[in-house]
């Protein structure tokens, strides 16, 4: 027997003994706990698989005949709980999943890579966005550490080319938009398109996708809105915008080759707060190497400390993942291991969370909205008092316990929202 429910925007469904499935009303499989692993599916077709081994948390991506197996799996107890749903509103949702399938879903995976240029990153509390392209790439582009949009170039669309873009998804999510209550703006700066576009992607955006709220990536060197462009942004459903800040030693930022400038960050911060608007600080673990540590550390939260950041702000530590051959790589050589970044991360989160603040681990190898394909797989040590946001499946907090046999947990999903 296969427990099923409409609740959320989303197909729940329980089999005892078996799992927990989640789909949204297009009949797309999202999310779902089997045989002691969960698994989390982006729009992209990317499936994820986490897990815990002895300490170490594994994420890895599941291989094509694996996925295509388990994605079979999920559809089979769809069609279980349709047999026996009681409701007519959870039938007509069963019966549509049902009749999805893999065929549907490559096909449904094309569609997608027809509308967006690749997703690189995004915040690990906008998963279950829309995300909408208001400019493809990154102004900059030079951070010596990042390599998210060196395949493209960068440009701002004109709001003619958004608002088709955006229509465009909405009749392509159809029904499954409803599970996704947040509007993401990407690419890297699309607060820095020219004013006037950049208004004109916000009416379109809460346009298009009414009643949802809107959150962006910004730079702090290159974005010239004022103020009073913020609070009009604010006013018009801008929640939040995210900061890569990095770090607030200049030295260490020039190793990262950004123009290191952390006052300019201190400013758009307290202009995002005084309008109302959340800010999202993304601080890099281990930037610097060793012979950085200290000055990194101190001087960040000091930085920090400038900006008045409140309840409603988040801090985001970011494992800095060092590609040899990198521009990085080559600049500094004296990297940290893996117990030293543990111990820089404890320190962030000790000194920032003495002060009140909020903070939460990024792990950018975990994201699944996007078209380019990850790492094959990797391990993370399990963190004494690691937090996540709680809008997303992996957000629980703390370490789960060890694993035992259990019935599948019966707990909701919880989506962003």
């Known amino acids: 027997m296969v427990e099923a429910r409409v609740i959320g925007g989303a197909i729940r469904l329980v089999a005892p003994n078996e799992g927990v ?3 949204d009303l297009e009949g ?6 089997h045989g002691m692993r969960s698994y989390e599916r982006g729009l992209s077709g990317l499936l994820v698989r986490k897990s815990w081994d002895g300490g170490r948390r594994i994420v890895e991506e599941v291989p094509g005949g694996e996925r295509e197996s388990l994605l079979e799996h999920v559809y089979g107890a769809v069609r279980r709980a349709l047999e026996g749903a009681a409701d007519e509103a959870t039938r007509d949702a069963l019966a549509l999943a049902a009749s999805r399938g893999i065929g549907w879903l490559r096909e449904d995976e094309r569609r997608f890579a027809s509308l967006y240029m690749p997703i690189s990153i995004l915040p690990p509390d906008q998963y279950l966005s829309i995300v909408l392209q208001a400019t493809v790439g990154c102004s900059y582009n030079k951070c010596s550490f990042c390599d998210f949009y060196r395949d493209r170039g960068y440009r701002a669309k004109d709001p003619r080319e958004f608002e088709a873009h955006a229509r465009e998804v909405r009749e392509w999510l159809g029904a499954g938009a409803m599970l996704r209550g947040r509007i993401f703006l990407a690419d890297a700066n699309p607060l820095g398109a020219p004013r006037d576009y950049v208004l004109e992607y916000a009416r379109i955006a809460r346009e298009t996708f009414p009643g949802r709220e809107l959150f962006a990536f910004a730079d702090y060197f290159s974005t010239r809105l004022t103020p009073s462009d913020y609070a009009r942004l604010r006013s018009m459903g801008l929640r939040r915008v995210y900061i890569g ?7 260490v930022l020039r190793v990262l080759n950004k123009p290191p400038e952390p006052r300019l960050a201190v400013r758009m ?3 995002l707060g005084e309008a109302g608007i959340s800010r ?10 060793r012979g950085l540590w200290r000055r990194h550390v101190r001087e960040t939260v000091d930085v920090i400390d400038s900006m ?10 970011s494992r800095l993942l060092v590609k ?22 404890r320190e962030f989160e000790d000194e920032l969370r003495s002060r009140g603040l909020r903070v939460a681990p990024y792990d950018i190898r975990e994201a699944i909205y996007r078209s380019r394909r990850p790492a094959a797989s990797c391990t993370r040590p399990r963190g004494p008092r690691r937090r996540r946001p709680a809008a997303y499946p992996s957000a ?9 046999p259990r019935a599948p947990s019966r707990r909701w999903w919880p989506c962003a929202r």
């Open 21 to 23: 499935y989640v789909l």
């Open 396 to 404: 629980r907090l703390g370490p789960p316990p060890a694993p035992r």
């Open 280 to 289: 999202g600080l993304i601080v890099l673990v281990g930037a610097g190497g």
């Open 269 to 271: 911060a307290r202009s």
């Open 245 to 251: 800040l990095e770090s607030g030693s200049r030295e």
């Open 308 to 317: 008045d950041l409140g309840g409603d702000d988040l801090i985001f530590l």
């Open 28 to 33: 797309r499989p999202t999310f779902f706990e």
């Open 324 to 345: 040899p051959g990198s521009p990085y790589a080559l600049a500094e050589r004296d990297h940290m291991e893996a117990r030293e970044l543990d111990a820089q991360e």
